[in-house]
């Protein structure tokens, strides 16, 4: 079995060619050795769509189709050996914080403000491929559950059909 | 009775473990201290030529505040603003991430055709530009350089009926 991240293939998205230039700098780092890069998020659903990436890592401000809605329509599009719920982390800037919560609800992974950090990319990786979360495709939305944990103390209705289900004991292997 | 309350047709797929399968396992194990300081090597080897191009682009900016008539420049004062506040921070230089980030809030949603406020302009690029010959280094100035451009900013979005986004 492969050990580390040598196996995994990665796109990076992002008009600015500096800013992919460093992401792709960390992730070699990290031991990803098929690093793709796509300039605009039209460029990045033609090649997730071509060639499936383990992890995708966008930004959010981009001229033309910005990273939500590349996000909404990766999410969104159903064709054969589409993987809807490959990872997206999604990087965003001090004040665009408060489209996170658009962000969110257009189907993202993780998120990772800038200035981006080696020791912040390095986590929201970690976070994706060590507590991956369940996949629902609903309605008015689809992506990852939003619910990060559960509460104990939780006393609302239980609305979803896999409430009761703890996914938290579902390890590698498991499944 | 159960307090299930009866959903919308809602698909649960369960999580989907095909990277910790190709990676072998827990990813925190592997990526260690040792992993992360060869990360932050790495990126240093980019900081001169980032640190230059950011200069270029504070310079760019200098330049597009002065053109006549003011306001055309709009987009590429936008598109450096937002380099600047993507780059400089990572590379160290987080008060003028800070600015630019200001500079950023001021232009994104200037109406169409707007005329810029040249003399803001003015005032973060000369901000930025001291920032990125080494100003950074006194905490107490640098402090006092960012409150003035955030008053700036906010007396200048206030004249223009916009306020500073939260």
Redesign the interface.
């Known amino acids: 079995m492969a050990i580390g991240l040598g196996g995994v293939s990665a796109l990076v998205v992002d008009d600015c060619a500096h800013m992919r230039r460093i992401v792709c700098t960390l992730l070699r780092s990290f031991g990803i050795r098929d690093l793709r890069e796509a300039g605009s998020g039209e460029e990045g659903l033609e090649e997730t769509f071509a060639r499936q990436p383990d992890v995708i890592v966008t930004d959010l401000r981009m001229p033309g189709m910005d990273g939500v809605e590349f996000v909404r329509r990766l999410r969104r599009t159903a064709r054969p050996g589409h993987r809807r719920d490959v990872p997206v982390i999604m990087m965003t800037a001090y004040s665009e914080r408060s489209k996170v919560e658009i962000a969110r609800d257009g189907g993202l992974t993780e998120v990772v403000a800038k200035p981006l950090t080696s020791q912040a990319l390095m986590s929201r990786l970690i976070m994706v491929c060590d507590r991956p979360r369940p996949f629902i495709i609903a309605g008015g939305y689809v992506g990852p559950c939003r619910r990060r944990r559960a509460l104990r103390d939780y006393s609302g209705p239980l609305r979803r059909e896999a409430d009761g289900t703890d996914w938290s004991v579902v390890e590698f292997g498991d499944v | 009775m159960s307090?299930?309350?009866q959903?919308?047709?809602?698909?649960?797929?369960?999580?989907?473990?095909?990277?910790?399968?190709?990676?072998?396992?827990?990813?925190?194990k592997?990526?260690t201290t040792a992993?992360?300081a060869?990360?932050?090597a790495?990126?240093a080897r980019?900081g001169a030529e980032?640190m230059s191009?950011v200069n270029a682009a504070i310079a760019r900016i200098q330049v597009q505040s002065m053109l006549r008539p003011p306001g055309t420049a709009a987009a590429t004062i936008a598109q450096d603003a937002?380099?600047i506040?993507?780059?400089?921070?990572?590379f160290g230089r987080?008060p003028m991430?800070?600015i630019a980030?200001l500079l950023?809030?001021y232009v994104d949603d200037l109406p169409a055709g707007a005329p810029i406020d040249a003399n803001l302009v003015t005032l973060m690029a000369v901000a930025l530009k001291h920032l990125a010959q080494g100003g950074s280094c006194d905490p107490e100035l640098t402090e006092d350089l960012l409150t003035e451009c955030r008053e700036a900013v906010v007396v200048s979005l206030g004249r223009e009926g916009r306020s500073l986004?939260?």
Request: glycine share 10%; net charge neutral.
């Open positions: 307090d299930r309350v959903p919308t047709p809602v698909q649960v797929l369960p999580p989907n473990l095909d990277l910790q399968r190709k990676v072998g396992g827990s990813l925190a592997q990526l992993v992360l060869a990360a932050e790495a990126l980019h980032m191009e937002h380099f506040r993507s780059i400089a921070g990572t987080g991430g800070q980030d950023c809030r986004p939260a």
